[in-house]
């Protein structure tokens, strides 16, 4: 299992940013995956997260509203697109994989401690 994350730049404040998060060795669609960021001194924070085969999504109160999860399936990539960006959004990006079978219909979750695989993280600034 490997992801592969990318995109990051650097943008001013009110630009866009699309990220993905390519995968391999496993199917996207039939897991939860989530984003998390770490900003310089902070902890790492869980931002969205998609299970995709139920439709469920999930959006930090940071984020709603300017950020959107999706996964593109014939590509087996998760993408976050990143809207109105501001300074605070400055930090590196990862994506993760929780593999464990739950119930149908199991809201995903930003708990990384239930995060099995990490993409390597892509970094994100936002000048003001």
């Known amino acids: 299992v490997q992801l592969q994350a990318s995109g990051g730049g650097l943008v001013q404040s009110g630009g866009s940013l699309r990220l993905s998060c390519a995968a391999s060795?496993?199917?996207?669609?039939?897991?939860?995956i989530g984003w998390f960021r770490q900003a310089p001194g902070k902890e790492r924070e869980g931002i969205s997260c998609?299970?995709?085969?139920?439709?469920?999504?999930y959006y930090a109160s940071s984020v709603k509203g300017r950020f959107t999860i999706s996964i593109d399936k014939a590509e087996n990539t998760l993408f976050l697109q990143m809207n109105n960006l501001k300074p605070e959004d400055t930090a590196v990006y990862y994506c993760?994989?929780?593999?464990?079978?739950?119930?149908?219909?199991?809201?995903?979750?930003?708990?990384?401690?239930?995060?099995?695989?990490w993409g390597q993280g892509t970094q994100v600034t936002v000048s003001s």
């Open positions: 993760a994989a929780d593999v464990a079978l739950k119930a149908y219909g199991t809201p995903c979750s930003v708990d990384e401690d239930e995060y099995w695989y």
């Open positions: 060795g496993f199917t996207l669609a039939n897991y939860a």
């Open positions: 998609i299970r995709s085969f139920e439709q469920i999504t």
